[in-house]
């Protein structure tokens, strides 16, 4: 086993976040600076979270038409929204040029065209709606032969649309988990809530072990294309 695969991607995203223990800390300082190829490693994570940070606050708010926000019957009878496609052009664009390096090679990330991975950080109902519009839809659009994988992660205002005694679309959500979409509810936005005294309480099947970022720069190093709505 190359030395430098001995720390998975989720201990690389814990030593870049400041979130290893002194040990273990230190073992990583001493590998990176033996192996080059763990050091690449490590400034490649750094780079993707910064790039990611500032996606979160660096996408416009799309122009609203005037049109109501979907209702609860609505997911799967009417015309889906439009979605804001950062995650093509984002993805594209900087994981050619930072590529993983789990073997220590140079090949770059191709963006996967079945995956999908939608980000919800507003609270306005119609976010939500078109976020649930746009999963359904990407899964009704997937060719014949393809299987389309498609997940939400929630987070800030957007865990509204997890929580069980806030959300309007409960019924909705079920109906996608039904057909294999996943749900995230970012870590620290629930943990940010429960210091404040907040008993937060999830829709069933909801996973809740990842903050958003975690999951965002996770998928999008394996290839999914990101959406945030």
Known sequence: MNRNERFSEEQLNAFVDDELDPEEKSRVFNEAGDHPELDQRLCQQRKVKEL????YHDVPTPRRTGKAPMGRRGLFGRAVAAAMLLGVGLAAGFLSQFALDRNADQAAVAVMPNKYLLHVASGDPSDMAAALERAESLLTSASGDGIRQVEIVANEQG??????????????????????VVFYACSKSIQRLEEQGVDVRLVPHTIAEFTALDRVVTRMQEGWSYEKI
């Open 159 to 180: 865990l509204n649309l997890l929580r069980s005694d806030i959300t309007n679309f409960a019924t909705e959500i079920s109906v996608l988990q039904a057909n294999d």
């Open 52 to 55: 990611v940070k500032h996606a």
